[in-house]
């Protein structure tokens, strides 16, 4: 089997994503319209979230739901030399970080200034929300924004015969940790997303009777 679909980038398949929905943890749908660049990362979007099994409604991105990641950059409070500190991606932020000088070992607690974190996390890139299409594989996360986006990596994983010679650094297949590449794990891994697949329409078909 050969896999030579286009090099998509994720975010080509955030148009419909499918996360847990916050109110009552049934699938709910995030519909985005993507302008017409997309990367980096899309601006100028606009994004809603529904859930038709509880009605919740969410069109409002500053309510962001998903990690954030702090950083410190300033002078040392006692000898003035340049300070630079970041935090792993959480959910929970704090205030403040005590951080000990790499020049006069002087340690003084700073406030630290959080930002979104969109990177390689199970949630989705425009509400933070947690992505229904999750599961756990060998220690690993591997997350899914669709069927779509499913069906793709399926389709790569499954391949023996895979052409990467065009793919970018935006890449999905690119982008992809060395554990989903791995031809020891695809059948691991194809049997844990056919059963995403088959949850998600169990859920989905359930909620729309």
Not at 54 to 82: D, M, P, Y
Not at 128 to 142: E, H, P, R
Not at 170 to 195: A, C, D, F, G, H
Request: net charge positive; aromatic share 12%; glycine share 4%.
């Amino acid at each position: 089997m050969r896999f030579n679909k286009p090099a998509y980038p994720t975010v080509h398949f955030s148009e419909e994503i499918w996360v847990n929905c916050p109110k009552c943890s049934e699938p709910a749908l995030v519909k985005t319209e993507l302008p017409k660049y997309t990367l980096p990362f899309p601006r100028g979007h606009k994004s809603i979230c529904s859930c038709s099994h509880c009605g919740f409604q969410e069109t409002n991105e500053s309510n962001w739901s998903g990690f954030v990641q702090g950083f410190i950059n300033r002078a040392c409070g006692n000898c003035g030399s340049g300070i630079s500190y970041t935090t792993e991606p959480t959910k929970e932020p704090y205030e403040t970080s005590e951080i000990t000088c790499d020049v006069c070992k002087a340690t003084r607690e700073y406030e630290i200034k959080w930002y979104r974190y969109r990177n390689d996390k199970p949630t989705d890139p425009y509400f933070g929300f947690d992505l229904f299409l999750q599961t756990s594989i060998k220690d690993n996360v591997l997350w899914l924004y669709n069927i779509d986006h499913l069906d793709y990596l399926k389709e790569y994983v499954e391949a023996k015969l895979r052409e990467d010679d065009v793919r970018h650094k935006y890449s999905m297949i690119t982008n992809l940790p060395q554990w989903v590449k791995s031809s020891k794990n695809r059948e691991v891994i194809v049997k844990k997303v056919n059963k995403l697949r088959h949850e998600l329409e169990k859920k989905t078909l359930h909620n729309n009777t």
